[in-house]
């Protein structure tokens, strides 16, 4: 009896320690993925505002 226990123990505690790098792995690659949605949002942005004034320029230029 007590060996599958220790077996289901140290199963439990490695299930636990892989969720654990898991979630850790998922927080890091979120983090970068959003500052890469970031970085190309703010290009778009800036891309629109250039286009905008562009487009003003010819129109009132």
């Known amino acids: 009896m007590w060996p599958e226990y220790t077996f289901y123990f ?3 505690i490695l299930h636990l320690n892989l969720l654990n790098l898991s979630f850790l792995l998922f927080v890091r690659s979120f983090c970068l ?6 970085v190309i949002l703010t290009f778009f942005f800036l891309f629109f505002i250039c286009c ?3 487009i003003s320029s010819t129109f009132f230029g």
């Not at 993925?33 to 970031?38: E, H, K, M, N, P």
């Open 33 to 38: 993925y959003s500052l890469i949605f970031t």
């Open 52 to 54: 905008l004034f562009d």
């Open 10 to 12: 140290c199963l439990t």
